[in-house]
């Protein structure tokens, strides 16, 4: 009885793990706006360390998932439209804010290590080929729209103050010509 009795706890250990693990990514990856569908068959250890460590400066994440359990877990999540992409050695790289910072991120990686493919993309809840990746990895990113974006706004403000200003230094100007005029007269 005792011999039974260990597989059947095994067994529900590995579910509860399953289930653990299916909540995780359904948690994180599923809520994300902007995934990428990785292969990276081919990458060694280091690179792969190296490609991670870009990925979490950029502000994102990046997870290796199991093809079964993802898309268990994505089956009710924007994400389960590329269920038929969870094939092979797969990765998903994901971000909650910034779709190009990411998406250079890839692009420039992909440059120097071929090995990474991007199988496909999730981008507001629409399904882009991988294809797309270099027109979203040319467009600036989210802080660098906001600064053009500032620098736009503050343009007129200050075109107004330099001719509001301009009399008043042009006053000032003569003023100062008038009064150097007449001390070299009085000199």
Partial sequence: MSTSAAPATGLSANRAAKAQEIDEIAGSVGKAPYAFLIDYKGLNVPDVTEFRRKVRASGSEYVVVKNTLAVRALRNAPLGQLAGEFKGMTGVAYSATDVVGLAKVLHDFAKTHP???????????????????????????????????????QSPVRRLVTVLSGPQRNLAITLSAVAKQKEESAA
């Fill in 115 to 153: 090995a990474l493919k991007v199988k496909a993309a999730l981008v507001d809840g629409q399904v882009v080929s991988a294809k797309e990746l270099e027109a979203l990895a040319s467009m600036p990113t989210r802080t660098e729209l906001v600064a053009k974006l500032l620098g736009l706004m």
